[in-house]
């Protein structure tokens, strides 16, 4: 598709479980943004990657939260033991290299609502 | 630190201008965007300025930035029910990846 792509739209899970979610970036993306927007709030950085690796992963809350991008594309969210304060929509972004990040501009999907009970 | 803050509501008649404020904290910000958030949709960038202006326009669209008392605003001229939607402000600081996002205003149209 021609936008960004994520999968699950929706996720409930209990707490405990495991679970990925998975980001689709424009084709030729470079750069790629997990963020987090529990209900009412702005979405908050979790993690960028360039290319395959995480260049700044300073905003994943705790070591139960991880992602991957090993090919340089496609990337997963990884949450373990699932808590119950996870619950929120996980929002994908990727930009361009050069103009994009340059200026900022993401482009964001419609993102993966979790909800752990 | 970083903090950008929004007020959370905003209601408007059709045809009417739109003023929605934002403040932020960080001096150091190098660039400051709108995004737009419609219902079941991802964030879409509206507009963005750099620092070093006080004023942009694009077509229906006024930003303003007052960079000694940290004040941006968005200006929608001629406010069309097609733009409610809850509007977020972000700066992005140094070269910094991560945008840091406002609390998000939510903007109501009514007839």
């Known amino acids: 598709g021609a936008g960004v792509s994520q999968t699950p739209s929706n996720k409930v899970t209990e707490k405990g479980k495991y679970v990925e979610l998975r980001c689709d970036p424009i084709?030729?993306?470079?750069?790629l943004y997990w963020y987090r927007q529990s209900l009412g709030q702005g979405p908050e950085f979790l993690i960028y990657?360039?290319?395959?690796?995480?260049?700044?992963d300073s905003g994943l809350p705790n070591d139960r939260f991880f992602a991957v991008r090993p090919e340089g594309s496609v990337s997963t969210l990884k949450i373990q033991r699932t808590e119950r304060g996870d619950s929120a929509v996980y929002l994908c972004?990727?930009?361009?290299?050069?103009?994009?990040?340059?200026?900022?501009?993401?482009?964001f999907g419609e993102g993966s609502r979790l909800t752990v009970l | 630190g970083e903090d950008v803050e929004q007020s959370l509501f905003l209601s408007v008649r059709e045809g009417d201008s739109s003023v929605i404020n934002c403040t932020y904290t960080?001096?150091?910000?190098?660039?400051l965007y709108w995004y737009k958030q419609e219902p079941g949709a991802g964030l879409q960038l509206l507009t963005y300025?750099?620092?070093?202006?006080d004023m942009k326009q694009d077509q229906r669209l006024t930003v303003l930035l007052n960079k000694k008392d940290k004040h941006l605003s968005l200006r929608i001229a001629d406010t069309q029910t097609g733009d409610s939607a809850i509007y977020f402000c972000?700066?992005?600081?140094?070269?910094?990846?991560?945008?840091?996002f406002g609390t998000g205003t939510r903007l109501q149209v009514t007839l």
């Open positions: 972004a990727s930009s361009p290299e050069g103009g994009g990040i340059l200026t900022g501009e993401l482009f």
């Open positions: 084709s030729g993306h470079t750069a």
């Open positions: 990657f360039q290319g395959t690796g995480a260049a700044d």
């Open positions: 960080d001096s150091s910000s190098t660039y």
């Open positions: 300025i750099f620092s070093n202006m």
């Open positions: 972000a700066e992005r600081t140094g070269t910094a990846s991560k945008l840091t």
